[in-house]
């Protein structure tokens, strides 16, 4: 069955009417179909196809053309309503567009959310390209779900940085138009387009965000790395400053954040390399069931092998995995022999693999590599050097109060978002190396104190307004972390300091608030302040008082001077303010603020 290209049909063009308000307000472009799609990066043309071009390179066989079989039960010719549009630049944050085809299913009510298939295309073709070659739009139409097909900027893009940018920009556009249900958002990609499902889902696990429920990986092409070595052809592309820029052996760290396998650059040749799955990104799927087919005799003859390595990997870190290899795939069109194209896919039993599956967004085995400070799942990891990885693993009770994490390599801060109500028990066993910090974020009531061994903790640090509580994690340890929304923030800068250095103080204290008496000492205690109001700080010798005027807005900033004295290095104080309201009554108490000496 083909699609015949050509204008919108009637019905068609009264959708576009009656979303003509969004449509304009959101200064999407909507294009008629058979329109070439606009050349955006002016990137290097792909060889014609003829008769005796090679079908083993990835440039050749990702562009084989496929009939897409039988449609979906009960579906017609025409069904779909097929919309191809540009999500404009001034909404995607890249300086480029995005063309998209996407389809609102006939039965769409505004008042009942839709799941959302995603479709990713493979090298040298567009989104449009996905409805043609197989039934995926059919399929959701069928179903009662949105189909939105992303080209990720250009068809040459191997999901770089700024295509998935621009991706996230479509589904988020989308998402505004209609109704779509944000637990059920699944992904399919074919070859190429694969790897860019792979790496998306693998960088999109805000728990707070866009988390993929599940994907579809067909044919799947997932190491950018072996690409560049294995297919010269395609590194003209791959150099692209729009791609990675260089080569691999130039910029690694480029290839491998946007690739979900990885193998040792080292190894090649022979086929297929040597597999570094602790620097693969695709571990971060162990909470995203995937649906893995491939043929056997795939053209591209090193793909079958990356395939069977993804599937061991996922199931290596307890992900749901559905393994579908298959052999002598034809067109089923021609009878033409198809062993690297859409025709792999079984879209009626995909689809039935997607509609099993929600997203997890906390789920209570955590595995989470980042190539920036980001948030997976319930844990934000922050590398502790530039265009490097970070790793750690996770465990949690099903309430969420009991977190332990282990396994940190490379991490300079762990945040720990905990979804139950505190006191929460956090725990890590040693990490690799480094002492990075860990801390609480991300809850409803933040954490504000710690005790270990039944005792406050003082060798803490605080930040009011960015990461609170952050607990230095260079030994394995656990703690009994407690929420606390502190009635001000006090902070110090810089912190720490060395001796003779120019301190700045910050008070933030609500209104009103007259005076903040600032204790400072070396001791900790928790000492109830009428009802509601903690103090942290121990008032046994030596320690300190000083009261500090606020203005009406209940705020103070003011500069001293740390002393010369060597003899400093390496003192911490313990901090912390007593709010002093009209009348001299106790107003509330700020959080404890650790300040450290170099």
């Known amino acids: 069955m083909t699609r015949p290209a050509s204008t919108p049909s009637r019905l068609s063009l009264l959708l576009l009417v009656l979303a003509g308000p969004l449509a304009a307000q959101q200064d999407v472009q909507v294009l008629p179909r058979g329109v070439p799609p606009p050349d955006l990066l002016g990137l290097a043309a792909l060889p014609k196809i003829t008769a005796l071009s090679p079908r083993d390179t990835l440039i050749f066989a990702d562009r084989t053309l ?124 074919f070859s190429m387009g694969a790897g860019c499902v792979t790496s998306f889902a693998a960088r999109h696990r805000d728990p707070d965000g866009l988390v993929i429920a599940a994907v579809g990986l067909v044919s799947g092409s997932f190491d950018w790395t072996q690409t560049w070595h294995l297919d010269p052809a395609a590194r003209v592309w791959l150099e692209n400053p729009w791609n990675f820029g260089a080569t691999p052996a130039a910029s690694p760290f480029a290839y491998q954040r946007c690739s979900g396998l990885y193998h040792d650059p080292a190894s090649y040749p022979p086929t297929p390399g040597t597999h570094l799955d602790q620097m693969a990104m695709a571990q971060n799927l162990h909470a995203t069931p995937a649906w893995v087919t491939w043929d056997t005799g795939d053209t591209l003859a090193y793909l079958p092998a990356q395939s069977t390595r993804l599937v061991d990997l996922l199931e290596g870190v307890g992900g749901t995995v559905q393994s579908q290899p298959v052999s002598g795939t034809t067109n089923p069109d021609t009878g033409a022999p198809a062993t690297h194209s859409w025709a792999v896919l079984d879209e009626d039993a995909l689809c039935d693999f997607l509609a099993q599956h929600v997203a997890q967004r906390r789920p209570q085995t955590l595995v989470a590599q980042v190539d920036e400070r980001r948030p997976a799942t319930w844990l934000t990891l922050e590398p502790a050097a530039a265009n490097s990885f970070a790793w750690a693993r996770g465990v949690s009770d099903a309430t969420g109060d009991v977190l332990a994490l282990s396994d940190v390599s490379g991490a300079a801060r762990l945040l ?52 609170g509580l952050l607990l230095p994690a260079g030994a394995a340890a656990t703690w009994e972390v407690h929420a606390r929304a502190w009635d001000a923030g006090l902070s110090l800068l810089p912190d720490p300091a060395p001796p003779g250095a120019a301190i700045q103080l910050d008070v933030d204290a609500p209104p009103g608030t007259a005076v903040a008496w600032i204790l400072g000492g070396i001791a900790s205690a928790e000492i109830p302040l009428g009802t509601s109001h903690l103090l942290l700080v121990a008032p046994s010798p030596p ?39 009209p009348g001299g009554r106790l107003t509330g108490t700020s959080n404890a603020f650790r300040f450290d000496v170099q």
């Open 66 to 189: 496929v009939g897409q079989g039988p449609a979906p039960a009960g579906v017609g010719d025409t069904v779909g309503q097929l919309i191809h549009a540009v999500v404009p630049a001034s909404l995607t944050g890249t300086t480029k567009g995005e063309l998209i085809e996407y389809l609102v299913p006939s039965s769409y009510k505004p008042a009942k959310s839709v799941p959302l298939l995603v479709a990713w295309h493979g090298f040298g073709t567009s989104a449009a390209n996905v409805s043609e070659q197989s039934t995926l739009d059919e399929e959701c139409e069928a179903r009662g779900w949105a189909y939105l097909s992303v080209t990720g900027i250009d068809d040459k893009l191997f999901g770089s940085l700024p295509a998935q940018q621009n991706v996230a920009a479509a589904i988020a556009w989308l998402q505004a138009k209609i109704n779509i249900d944000p637990e059920r958002i699944w992904m399919v990609g």
């Open 416 to 467: 720990v978002a905990p979804w139950a109500t505190a006191p929460w028990s956090l725990s890590l066993a040693a990490p690799a190396a480094g002492s990075p910090l860990l801390g609480v974020t991300g809850t409803g009531t933040p954490a504000g104190w710690a005790r270990q061994g039944g005792a406050p903790v003082t060798a803490f640090d605080f930040e009011p307004g960015g990461d």
């Open 543 to 581: 320690f300190v008082i000083v009261p500090v005027p606020l203005d009406a807005a209940g705020d103070a900033q003011g500069s001293t001077w740390l002393s010369h004295d060597a003899s400093l290095s390496g003192a911490w104080i313990l901090l912390q303010a007593a709010l002093q309201g």
